[in-house]
């Protein structure tokens, strides 16, 4: 079964950027989508962002212009560039692949930022 990893979250001043990276350990392609989720203490999961194979992508509204989702197919990872970071988009951030069939997760990375 294929394996993500996600890297790349950190400490950062409000205001900042951080690009997150989700590493899978086989083909990404065979999904029909990748996401972004994140969490925040207290609070549920929830979508930040996603691509599809075809390459169209989804934001949640609050970091819509802020946030972008790529992907590289050749290398077999998912990218989330963050920019103009606010106090409200810490938390663990993870990363999902779904199929039709099942969806895997990453074990997270914590983003924190600093006002």
């Known amino acids: 079964q294929v394996q993500l990893v996600e890297s790349g979250g950190g400490l950062v001043q409000s205001g900042g950027s951080l690009r997150l990276s989700c590493a899978a350990s086989g083909s990404i392609y065979s999904f029909n989508v990748m996401g972004w989720y994140r969490q925040a203490p207290g609070k549920q999961r929830e979508l930040v962002a996603s691509?599809?194979?075809?390459?169209?992508?989804s934001y949640a509204d609050s970091v819509k212009g802020r946030f972008t989702v790529s992907r590289d197919d050749a290398k077999n990872t998912v990218y989330l560039q963050m920019n103009s970071l606010k106090p409200e988009d810490m938390g663990v951030y993870y990363c999902?692949?779904?199929?039709?069939?099942?969806?895997?997760w990453g074990q997270g990375t914590q983003v924190t930022v600093s006002s």
């Open positions: 691509i599809t194979r075809g390459g169209a992508t």
């Open positions: 999902a692949a779904e199929s039709s069939l099942y969806k895997i």
